[in-house]
């Protein structure tokens, strides 16, 4: 190499470190700090951030309020209040914590209902018995939830339910194109058949009434899916006390760390 294609070399690897840097320090300065108030409402409320260290808690405070800065929450019939925000924040949160570059790039908007509605998005007639649900077709990369169940999920903390983490369960879900109950982002492709195999199982359970899982679970494997990692979040130490090998396969698709 000669000395001038040696110098152009040199020019271009410093130019591409200074972009480097610049890009790197842009993506810092964008985040800014979560509002104490919020932290306050995280500390009242979530029992994952609760159990995190110092270092932990930083970092979920910061991709709840990246989350926040990009994805637009509305309320329809109900005004969305900090607590709201926060938790939704939280529930996108906690099914990805351990994967620091994830963001959802299948959603755009969260609308907050006050109860229930049904399928048409109606809060009221018959059937109101939706409390969440991702959006198909022109309601693609939009989220549905009912106010009163994502208060509910976060206040309770003895059942194994929390609507939000359910759908935002079924977006990860839905990453690889299908929401089949196999997060295939999630989950090496040995393992696909020993989880088919291990939610056909316990589907069975839930049909014979030998299960604690919630039934709504057994609808299918999507539901299933959804239905147990709530379990796994909400109640760790349970699930893993009664159902070992759920709770292990689980573990490794969320890469459980402290929890
Ligand atoms: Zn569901």
């Given at each position: 190499?000669?000395?001038?294609?040696?110098?152009?070399?040199?020019?271009?690897?410093?130019?591409?470190?200074?972009?480097?840097?610049?890009?790197?320090?842009?993506?810092?300065?964008?985040?800014?700090?979560?509002?104490?108030?919020?932290k306050?409402?995280?500390?009242?409320?979530?029992?994952?951030?609760?159990?995190?260290?110092?270092?932990?808690?930083?970092?979920?405070?910061?991709?709840?309020?990246?989350?926040?800065?990009?994805?637009?929450?509305?309320?329809?019939?109900?005004?969305?209040?900090?607590?709201?925000?926060?938790?939704?924040?939280a529930?996108?949160?906690?099914?990805?914590?351990?994967?620091?570059?994830?963001?959802?790039?299948?959603?755009?908007?969260?609308?907050?209902?006050?109860?229930?509605?049904?399928?048409?998005?109606?809060?009221?007639?018959?059937?109101?018995?939706?409390?969440?649900?991702?959006?198909?077709?022109?309601?693609?990369?939009?989220?549905?939830?009912?106010?009163?169940?994502?208060?509910?999920?976060?206040?309770?903390?003895?059942?194994?339910?929390n609507?939000?983490?359910?759908?935002?369960?079924?977006?990860?879900?839905?990453?690889?194109?299908?929401?089949?109950?196999?997060?295939e982002i999630?989950?090496?492709?040995?393992?696909?058949?020993?989880?088919?195999?291990?939610?056909?199982?316990?589907?069975?359970?839930?049909?014979?009434?030998?299960?604690?899982?919630?039934?709504?679970?057994?609808?299918?494997q999507?539901?299933?899916?959804?239905?147990?990692?709530?379990?796994?979040?909400?109640?760790?130490?349970?699930?893993?006390?009664?159902h070992?090998?759920?709770?292990?396969?689980?573990?490794?698709?969320?890469?459980?760390?402290?929890?």
């Amino acid at each position: 190499m000669d000395v001038a294609a040696l110098t152009l070399l040199i020019i271009a690897i410093l130019a591409l470190a200074f972009l480097i840097v610049l890009r790197s320090s842009k993506k810092e300065a964008k985040i800014k700090p979560l509002p104490a108030s919020y932290k306050q409402i995280l500390l009242d409320n979530v029992l994952f951030y609760q159990r995190l260290d110092d270092e932990g808690k930083k970092n979920f405070e910061n991709r709840v309020e990246r989350f926040l800065s990009t994805i637009i929450i509305t309320g329809a019939g109900t005004t969305v209040e900090d607590i709201d925000r926060v938790l939704i924040g939280a529930s996108a949160i906690i099914p990805i914590y351990a994967f620091p570059h994830w963001e959802y790039s299948n959603l755009d908007e969260v609308i907050l209902y006050p109860e229930t509605f049904n399928e048409q998005f109606e809060i009221q007639g018959n059937n109101r018995s939706v409390l969440g649900m991702v959006g198909d077709g022109p309601m693609q990369r939009t989220m549905i939830l009912s106010q009163a169940a994502l208060r509910e999920g976060f206040s309770n903390k003895t059942d194994k339910n929390n609507t939000a983490i359910h759908e935002f369960v079924h977006l990860l879900d839905k990453t690889d194109g299908a929401t089949d109950g196999i997060p295939e982002i999630l989950l090496q492709h040995k393992y696909v058949l020993p989880w088919v195999e291990m939610m056909h199982k316990n589907i069975d359970s839930i049909l014979k009434n030998k299960s604690d899982i919630n039934p709504y679970g057994a609808t299918n494997q999507a539901e299933f899916f959804a239905v147990v990692s709530e379990y796994f979040f909400e109640r760790p130490h349970l699930l893993e006390s009664k159902h070992p090998d759920l709770y292990a396969m689980l573990s490794m698709m969320f890469a459980k760390k402290n929890i």
